[in-house]
C-alpha cells in the first residue's frame, strides 16, 4: 500500500514543525512560510492517525521497520536505532534503515528531524542514552545528560525487568506542545523545560533558582524514563485506564526523588494533593476511570490534578496499604507477566498481593480501590454530627464517612438555592445555624450529649498494649453486626470490625464497565467507598502518645465506645495525613485541637498539623464559628517547619482577601501582623538553605502573596529604607526598576503609593498615563494603587478603553497589592456602567446560553456588598445564568457583614487586649 502525505501545512496534526522566527516581517509575503529547520511528532493520544493510516488505539500494537530517505546535513531519529546507510550520490541524499521496533501501539511512533548535536552518555546496564540539541544548545544539556543515566539506572534496579530497546534518545524540541512525550527509545521534551537557563548553567554556588530549575528538570526526566516501563514496555488496553500508565510515572517521580530532594519532593506531594483535594470536592470533582465518548473527552482528560495527581495518590495509597516490599514485588512482577501486552487493571490486581495490611480485617486490595478509581470525588469523615459535639458523658465517639463536598460547609448557602435568592430567607437560614459563643471561655466550651439513634450492636476489642476495652459500634439498618472478642498478638492496636456478607460485588472479567461502577454505590445510589481510617488519643498530658488505632469505614456509621477519660480527649483522625481523605470534628474536638497546636504543636505530627491547616479552612472558614478557624492560625508564631508555614501563609492570604472589603479590614492586618513577621524571619532563614528557600518556587504564587501580605501589614521589610527609597527613586527617575526581585519591588512602590502618595509619585503616574497605548501596562496597574480620585477616573477610563476583560480583571485583582482602594473600584464600575448596554450584557453574558470564564471571573473579583449593589445596577436583568453567581456573592457578603464580621471582630478585640495586658504585665 502506498501512502503520501505532506506534513507541517498547520498545527493541527501529530507532527510539530519549527520554521525559525522571522527576522523582518515585512520581507516575505504573507503565505509565504519559511523554510522548516526541524520537526519532531506527538502522535498521544488519538494523531498517529493524521500521519499515516493505521489503527489508532492503545490496544493495537504493530512491529514497525523504518526506512527514511534525508540529507546528509540532518539528524534523522525514530524509535531503534539505525542498522544501516546507504549513501545516494544525487543531491547528498542517505537512506537509513532502522532496526526492527518492538510491538508498539501506533501513538508511541516517533520520528525527529533537525539539525542536532548530541553527548552521548551509557547506562549501567550499557545502553547508549543521547541528548539531542541544536549546536547552540549543547551546553545547556550537561545537567540533563548527567542525571539521565543515573535516573534510568535506579529504575532498572527499581524495575528489575531488563530496558529491551538498544538505545534511548533524548530530543530538545523547539515548538513542542507540552513538557515530554514518552515514545519508546526516543523521548521528546520541550527545550525551555529540559535545558538549564544559562544565566543558571554558569553560577558556580547552588542558588535557590539553580535548584529550583534543576529538580523541575529531575522530575520531567523522570516521569518520561518511568513510562519505558509503565505505558511502553506495558500499554493499557483503552484511554479509560490511563491512570496505569500516568498514576505510576507521577508517583515514581515523587518517590524516587525523595532520596535527592527528601523536602522538595515530599512538601511538593503534599501541595498537590491539597491542590487536588480542593478540586476533587467542588463542582469539577471527576472519577479517575471512565469511559471516553469523543476523541477530545480522551484529549481533555490529560489533566494534571485529575489524572496525574490523582493517579499518584491512589498508587502511593495502594503502597501503603500493602506496605513498601511487597508493592515493590507485585509492580516487578506485573511488567514482568505483562510486557509487550496492552493490559487493564485486572491485570495489576493479579499481581499485586491479594490482601491490604490496615487494621486486623483482611480487606482485598481490589476492592479497596476500586471505588477509589470509579467515584467521582473523594470522601471524608466526620468525627460526630456536623454541627454537634460527640457524646462525652456517654463516652461515645459516632464517624460519619460520605462524599466531599464543599459547598455542604459554606453556611450562606443552607436552606435555600442560590438560584432563588431571598434577602429574608438568607438571614434566617444563617441565624438557625448560629451557635453557642465559646469565645468567652476560650478554647474550651460546654459539652452538648449526644442520643445514638438506630439499632446496632457492639464489638468488643481488647487493646492488648493498655488491656482495656475498646467498643466499635457499627450502625447499618441492612446488615447485621457479629460479636467478636479478639485477642490480638499484635504491638500496635488495631481494631477488628466483622460484618455478615461483608464482602464487595467483585469486578468479573465479562462485566460490563457500568455494571462494575454500579456495584461501588448503595441501593440508595451513593458512592461507596472503603476507607483505611486511624487515629489517636491525646493523654492528660496534652500528647497524643496513644497508640494509632486502625480499622475500615465502609458506608455506615460507626460508634466507638470506650472509657469516659478516653472519649472525651482530643481525638486526631487519619495520623500524619497517611490517606487521602478529609476530616471534619466535632467543635468541641476542633477547640481540643487547636489548644493542642498553641500550647504544644510538636505533639502533633507533622503532616497532621499540615492537615489541620487545610481541613479547618474547609470546614471552619465559611461556618457559624470562622474565629475558631483564625484561632487555629494564629499558632503558626510557634511553628517552625517552613514546609507547614507555606501551607498557613496560603491559608493566612486567602482569609484575609476573603474580608479585604469589610469593616474588620484594618482589625485583621493588625491580628495577621505577628504571623506575617514571623514568616518573614523564617523566609530570611532560609536564603542560606538552598533545598528549603526552594520550597517557596514549588507554588510560583507564594512569594507573590507573601510581599503583598507582607506590604499590607505594613513591616518595614516591604519598605526598608535603602531598598525602597533606591527602587522607588530609580522609578521616579526613569520609570523602570532596580535590580533585584521584580514583584518586590512593585509591591514595595504601590504600598508606597498608596500609604504615601507622594506628589513625585503622581506625577509620575500622570506622565505614564499619557503615555497610554490600549494595552496594560506595569504603569497602569501601578495607577490603580493611588488614592488621589483625579488619577483613579483617568486610569478607570483608559482601563475600559482597552476593550478587554482580562484586563479589567487584572486590575481589579491587583497583584501588587491587597489593600482594598474602594475609590478606584467605584470609579472602575461607573465607568463600566457607561458602556453602551449591548456591551455590557456581552461583557457579564447575561442573554447567551452558557457564561464565560471571564465573565464569572469580573463578577467574583468584587470583594464587599457596597461594590456588589455597583455591580448589579450595571445592567438590568443578569439573566439565568449569571443571577446564581450575583446570588451567591449576596449571601456571601451578608454573611460576612452580619455573622462573620462581629464574631471575629469580638475574637479580634479580645486578643489584641490580652497582647496589650501580657505587655503590661511584663513590664
Not at 490529560?302 to 495502594?318: C, D, E, Q, R
Not at 465479562?510 to 454500579?518: F, P, V
Request: proline share 4%; with cysteine; hydrophobic share 40%.
Amino acid at each position: 500500500m502506498q501512502f503520501v502525505t505532506k506534513i507541517c501545512k498547520d498545527n493541527n496534526g501529530g507532527v510539530q514543525c519549527y520554521r525559525g522566527i522571522r527576522q523582518d516581517v515585512n520581507s516575505l509575503p504573507k503565505n509565504h512560510h519559511l523554510p522548516i529547520i526541524s520537526f519532531t511528532t506527538k502522535f498521544q493520544p488519538l494523531l498517529a492517525r493524521t500521519f499515516f493510516p493505521c489503527w489508532d488505539e492503545p490496544s493495537w500494537k504493530a512491529i514497525y521497520n523504518i526506512t527514511i530517505l534525508h540529507s546528509t546535513s540532518i539528524t534523522v531519529l525514530t524509535n531503534a536505532a539505525p542498522l544501516h546507510f546507504i549513501q545516494k550520490q544525487r543531491h547528498s541524499f542517505v537512506r537509513t534503515t532502522f532496526r526492527e521496533t518492538p510491538p508498539i501501539p501506533a501513538f508511541l511512533l516517533a520520528f525527529a528531524f533537525g539539525p542536532y548535536s548530541n553527548l552521548e552518555r551509557t547506562t549501567g546496564s550499557d545502553v547508549p542514552l543521547t541528548i539531542w540539541t541544536f549546536p547552540e544548545d549543547l551546553v545547556y544539556a550537561k545537567f540533563a545528560a548527567n542525571f539521565s543515566p543515573y535516573m534510568f539506572n535506579q529504575l532498572a534496579k527499581e524495575f528489575v525487568v531488563p530496558y529491551p530497546l538498544s538505545k534511548i534518545d533524548f530530543v530538545a524540541a523547539h515548538s513542542f506542545p507540552v513538557s515530554g512525550m514518552e515514545n519508546w527509545g526516543l523521548i521528546v521534551f520541550q527545550k525551555e523545560l529540559f535545558l538549564l537557563d544559562s544565566l543558571l548553567e554558569s553560577s558556580a554556588n547552588m542558588t535557590v533558582d539553580l535548584l529550583a530549575e534543576q529538580y523541575d528538570i529531575e522530575k520531567i526526566i523522570t516521569h518520561e524514563l518511568v513510562h519505558q516501563w509503565f505505558g511502553n514496555l506495558v500499554t493499557i488496553n483503552d484511554w479509560s485506564e490511563l491512570w496505569l500508565s500516568e498514576g505510576f510515572a507521577s508517583y515514581y517521580v515523587n518517590d524516587l526523588l525523595k532520596k535527592q530532594r527528601p523536602i522538595l519532593a515530599t512538601n511538593e506531594y503534599f501541595l498537590r494533593l491539597s491542590q487536588l483535594l480542593s478540586r476533587q470536592t467542588s463542582s469539577e470533582k471527576m472519577a479517575l476511570v471512565k469511559r471516553f465518548r469523543t476523541e477530545e473527552e480522551v484529549e481533555n482528560s490529560f489533566n494534571p490534578y485529575h489524572l496525574y495527581t490523582k493517579g499518584a495518590v491512589i498508587v502511593k495509597m495502594m503502597c501503603d496499604l500493602v506496605g513498601k516490599d511487597n508493592f515493590r514485588e507485585g509492580v516487578r512482577r506485573f511488567l514482568k507477566t505483562n510486557a509487550y501486552k496492552s493490559i487493564g487493571r485486572s491485570a495489576l490486581w493479579k499481581a499485586m498481593p491479594a490482601y491490604t495490611d490496615h487494621g486486623l480485617q483482611n480487606k482485598k486490595l481490589e476492592n479497596v480501590i476500586e471505588p477509589w478509581l470509579l467515584n467521582d470525588g473523594m470522601p471524608e469523615v466526620l468525627v460526630s454530627e456536623p454541627d454537634l459535639s460527640r457524646n462525652y458523658d456517654y463516652g461515645s465517639i459516632r464517624l460519619i464517612p460520605r462524599p466531599s463536598d464543599q459547598n455542604r460547609y459554606v453556611i450562606y448557602l443552607r436552606g435555600a438555592s442560590t438560584r432563588h435568592y431571598n434577602v429574608k430567607n438568607s438571614k434566617e437560614s444563617i441565624k438557625k445555624v448560629r451557635m453557642k459563643e465559646w469565645m468567652d471561655k476560650f478554647p474550651t466550651g460546654s459539652r452538648i450529649k449526644n442520643h445514638n439513634t438506630g439499632r446496632s450492636k457492639k464489638i468488643k476489642v481488647r487493646n492488648a498494649n493498655e488491656k482495656s476495652y475498646f467498643y466499635v459500634e457499627s450502625v447499618n439498618k441492612q446488615r447485621s453486626i457479629e460479636n467478636i472478642w479478639t485477642n490480638s498478638k499484635k504491638q500496635a492496636a488495631k481494631i477488628k470490625q466483622i460484618v455478615d456478607g461483608d464482602q464487595f460485588i467483585g469486578r468479573k472479567k465479562e462485566r460490563h464497565y457500568r455494571k462494575i461502577k454500579e456495584n461501588w454505590r448503595s441501593a440508595r445510589g451513593k458512592q461507596f467507598w472503603s476507607i483505611p481510617f486511624s487515629y489517636q488519643l491525646s493523654s492528660k498530658t496534652n500528647v497524643f502518645a496513644d497508640t494509632i488505632r486502625e480499622f475500615w469505614l465502609h458506608n455506615k456509621t460507626v460508634v466507638l465506645t470506650d472509657k469516659k477519660d478516653q472519649t472525651s480527649a482530643a481525638l486526631l483522625a487519619n495520623v500524619n495525613w497517611k490517606y487521602p481523605y478529609r476530616v471534619n470534628y466535632d467543635i468541641e474536638n476542633w477547640k481540643m485541637l487547636a489548644k493542642l497546636l498553641h500550647e504544644n504543636h510538636l505533639s502533633i505530627p507533622l503532616y497532621s498539623r499540615i492537615q489541620l491547616i487545610l481541613d479547618s479552612e474547609f470546614y471552619l472558614k465559611q461556618s457559624s464559628v470562622p474565629e475558631l478557624y483564625l484561632y487555629i492560625l494564629s499558632y503558626l508564631t510557634k511553628e517552625n517547619d517552613v514546609g507547614l508555614l507555606l501551607f498557613g501563609l496560603d491559608a493566612l492570604y486567602r482569609f484575609f482577601d476573603m474580608f479585604r472589603g469589610s469593616s474588620i479590614n484594618s482589625l485583621l492586618l493588625l491580628f495577621l501582623r505577628e504571623v506575617t513577621q514571623w514568616l518573614d524571619k523564617v523566609m530570611d532563614d532560609t536564603k542560606t538553605k538552598p533545598e528549603l528557600a526552594a520550597l517557596w518556587l514549588l507554588d510560583a504564587n507564594r512569594l507573590i502573596q507573601f510581599y503583598k501580605l507582607r506590604c499590607a501589614v505594613n513591616l518595614s521589610t516591604c519598605d526598608p529604607e535603602d531598598k525602597v527609597a533606591l527602587a522607588v527613586e530609580q522609578w521616579l527617575k526613569s520609570g523602570g526598576l532596580a535590580k533585584g526581585d521584580h514583584y518586590s519591588q512593585m509591591t514595595a512602590i504601590c504600598h508606597h503609593l498608596f500609604t504615601q502618595g507622594t506628589k513625585d509619585g503622581h506625577d509620575l503616574v500622570e506622565n505614564g498615563l499619557k503615555q497610554f497605548s490600549g494595552r496594560w501596562t506595569t504603569t497602569l496597574q501601578l495607577a490603580t494603587c493611588v488614592r488621589n480620585e483625579h488619577i483613579l477616573k483617568k486610569v478607570a477610563s483608559q482601563i475600559i478603553a482597552t476593550r478587554n476583560a482580562a484586563v479589567y480583571t487584572a486590575m481589579l485583582q491587583n497583584e501588587f497589592t491587597l489593600l482594598y482602594n474602594k475609590k478606584f473600584r467605584a470609579l472602575f464600575w461607573r465607568e463600566i456602567a457607561d458602556m453602551p448596554l449591548t456591551e455590557r450584557k456581552l461583557l457579564f453574558s447575561t442573554e447567551t446560553d452558557q457564561t464565560t470564564q471571564v465573565a464569572q471571573t469580573l463578577v467574583h473579583s468584587v470583594r464587599s456588598l457596597s461594590e456588589l449593589e455597583w455591580l448589579v445596577n450595571i445592567v438590568p436583568d443578569w439573566g439565568p445564568y449569571m443571577k446564581p453567581h450575583i446570588d451567591y456573592l449576596h449571601r456571601k457578603f451578608q454573611w460576612i457583614d452580619e455573622i462573620a464580621t462581629p464574631r471575629i471582630e469580638h475574637f479580634l478585640l479580645r486578643v489584641i487586649k490580652a497582647v496589650k495586658n501580657k505587655s503590661v504585665t511584663a513590664r
